[in-house]
């Protein structure tokens, strides 16, 4: 979520993590324009991510405001810390 929010912040003026409560993870605004982003992580190569219903369904109804932004390879500590990984954006 961090390298999420690095990247759109610097895209749009106001970003929001709204995941506890949409079927997305950020929601970017600049007036009245708005981008919704679903964020997924994957330690593999990332060719393929699994998204919940609520996911699809929302992005089938808003297809031409919602993102997708993939971090894949990313590598792990044994303390949890997370590294790395190779940064994805799938936008309308």
Not at 16 to 29: E, K, N, W, Y
Not at 36 to 64: C, F, M
């Amino acid at each position: 979520m961090g390298l999420a929010l690095g990247h759109y912040s610097a895209i749009w003026p106001e970003v929001v993590d709204v995941s506890a409560r949409q079927p997305f993870d950020l929601l970017c605004r600049n007036g009245d324009r708005e981008l919704r982003v679903e964020v997924k992580g994957t330690t593999s190569r990332g060719l393929s991510v699994l998204l919940t219903r609520d996911e699809v369904r929302h992005a089938q109804a808003n297809a031409e405001k919602v993102a997708l932004f993939i971090v894949s390879e990313i590598k792990s500590s044994n303390a949890g810390a997370c590294t790395r990984g190779i940064t994805q954006v799938f936008e309308p």
